[in-house]
């Protein structure tokens, strides 16, 4: 099992900047790649970037691509999602989630075992 915990959504004005944090317990043995996903009211969860626990670089979606950056603490349990110029279409809950899958790095909601409860980042115009 592993326990997946985000924090540092909130409230910002267009073109602002948040910092997102996912904090894993339990059996984080670095054979994860840990996502980070989004969901806004009536949308499907989508892919925002993922990086597999054990090294490498991280992998977006295009439109995160040069506003946001993730990133892995020196602590080696967290990992974070910097957001900058951040626009009202990105309101949304925001949720780190565990996959056992490391021979690529995951995209899709399926491919991933464990999920937190989200943070909710809104984005005011």
């Known amino acids: 099992q592993v326990q997946l915990v985000e924090s540092g959504g909130g409230l910002v004005q267009a073109v602002g900047s948040l910092r997102l944090s996912c904090l894993a317990s339990?059996?984080?043995?670095?054979?994860?790649?840990i996502g980070w996903f989004l969901q806004a009211p009536v949308e499907e969860r989508e892919f925002v970037a993922a990086i597999n626990w054990s090294g490498g670089n991280p992998a977006y979606a295009d439109s995160a691509k040069g506003r946001f950056t993730m990133s892995r603490g020196n602590a080696g349990n967290t990992v974070y999602l910097q957001a900058n110029n951040l626009k009202p279409e990105d309101t949304a809950v925001y949720y780190c989630a565990a996959s056992p899958v490391v021979s690529f790095t995951p995209s899709r909601p399926a491919d991933y075992d464990y999920w937190g409860q989200g943070t909710q980042v809104t984005v005011s115009s």
């Open positions: 339990g059996r984080t043995s670095r054979s994860y790649a």
